[in-house]
């Protein structure tokens, strides 16, 4: 079972979802999930929360196009496909607009009318492309969604702050980009230039007092990347650059590259001398 969530991103949002469910994916427009076993009613009790459009099908194709269309507050939970092949065209959200315009003015308004098309048509115009939207308009979809767990996450009673603030020390990774703290009343974003124990400190009196403090850090750390052009040598090249005293690194372009490369210059590919002295 999957769903999509018709709503604004934020980090607050993000977290809603991610308790529902670690299978979720962070989109423009809102949030796919790919469900567990779960009823009607705990959907809707959940999705109240977001004051948006929950659409749920079989599959994301659907979800997310019946959410693209109704656009409105409330659960909209399909039992068959017989709505999905009803929606306008423009809703077939993973084929290119201008092609969906396209469609639209040949004739074909909704998605179950390009049910139509032969698939030797669409693959002969489309190509693989084609053999997609002979899948699409039958409601065919196979995508999973993968598991998005934050980087880091910890959970904190309401101790006092300074014995709060003495274990997030001892517990947080020694590299982390950012970090998100949450209490029952306020949330915090927390995205220093540089991590310290003030500004650290600082954060934590900002949320104080809470029942129970969520930190997580999303996002892993970027890798230190060094100079695109910083080469390290095996230490036997340089044992051997050592030895051999007239090894050079690199390739040293002859007299004939050189020639060459001058024809290419100077256009002169033609010219008798020089393709007499190319051959020396």
Same mark, same amino acid.
């Given at each position: 079972?999957?769903?999509?969530?018709?709503s604004?991103?934020?980090?607050?949002?993000?977290?809603?979802v991610?308790?529902k469910?670690?299978?979720?994916?962070?989109?423009?427009?809102?949030?796919a999930l790919?469900l567990g076993?779960?009823?009607?009613?705990e959907?809707?009790?959940?999705?109240?929360?977001?004051?948006?459009c929950?659409?749920v099908?079989d599959?994301?194709?659907?979800?997310?196009?019946?959410?693209?269309?109704?656009?409105r *507050?409330? @659960?909209?939970? #399909? &039992?068959?496909?017989e709505?999905?092949?009803?929606?306008p %065209?423009?809703?077939?959200w993973?084929? =290119?607009?201008?092609?969906?315009?396209?469609?639209?003015q040949a004739g074909?308004?909704?998605?179950?009318?390009?049910?139509?098309?032969p698939l030797?048509a669409?693959?002969?115009?489309?190509?693989?492309l084609?053999?997609?939207i002979f899948?699409?308009?039958?409601?065919?979809?196979?995508?999973?969604?993968n598991?998005?767990?934050?980087?880091?996450?910890?959970?904190?009673?309401?101790e006092s702050?300074?014995?709060?603030?003495?274990?997030?020390?001892q517990?947080l990774?020694?590299?982390?980009?950012?970090l998100?703290f949450?209490?029952?009343e306020?949330?915090?974003?927390f995205?220093?230039?540089?991590?310290?124990?003030? *500004?650290? @400190?600082?954060? #934590? &009196?900002?949320?104080?007092?809470w029942?129970?403090l969520? %930190?997580i850090s999303?996002?892993s750390? =970027?890798?230190k990347?060094?100079?695109?052009?910083?080469?390290n040598?095996?230490?036997a090249?340089?044992?051997?650059?050592?030895?051999?005293?007239?090894?050079?690194?690199?390739?040293?372009?002859?007299?004939?590259e050189?020639v060459?490369?001058?024809?290419?210059?100077?256009?002169?590919?033609?010219d008798?001398?020089?393709?007499?002295?190319?051959?020396?």
């Amino acid at each position: 079972m999957f769903a999509y969530l018709l709503s604004t991103p934020s980090l607050e949002k993000r977290y809603l979802v991610y308790c529902k469910t670690p299978r979720f994916r962070e989109e423009s427009k809102g949030y796919a999930l790919e469900l567990g076993p779960t009823s009607k009613e705990e959907l809707l009790e959940w999705g109240k929360q977001f004051n948006s459009c929950l659409a749920v099908a079989d599959n994301l194709l659907i979800a997310k196009a019946i959410a693209i269309y109704q656009a409105r *507050s409330g @659960l909209f939970w #399909l &039992k068959n496909n017989e709505a999905f092949f009803k929606l306008p %065209v423009d809703c077939l959200w993973p084929v =290119p607009p201008p092609l969906l315009t396209e469609f639209f003015q040949a004739g074909f308004k909704t998605i179950g009318s390009l049910q139509q098309i032969p698939l030797e048509a669409l693959r002969l115009r489309l190509g693989e492309l084609g053999e997609k939207i002979f899948s699409y308009c039958r409601g065919e979809y196979s995508e999973t969604i993968n598991a998005t767990p934050p980087f880091w996450e910890g959970r904190f009673s309401s101790e006092s702050l300074e014995k709060t603030f003495a274990k997030l020390q001892q517990q947080l990774p020694a590299k982390i980009a950012q970090l998100w703290f949450l209490t029952e009343e306020k949330s915090l974003d927390f995205r220093p230039e540089k991590f310290g124990k003030h *500004s650290l @400190l600082r954060a #934590l &009196k900002s949320l104080w007092p809470w029942q129970t403090l969520v %930190v997580i850090s999303w996002d892993s750390p =970027p890798v230190k990347q060094g100079n695109l052009f910083d080469f390290n040598l095996p230490q036997a090249l340089y044992s051997l650059l050592a030895q051999e005293s007239g090894l050079k690194l690199g390739l040293t372009p002859n007299r004939r590259e050189l020639v060459r490369q001058a024809n290419f210059v100077w256009g002169f590919e033609f010219d008798p001398y020089l393709a007499i002295t190319h051959n020396n």
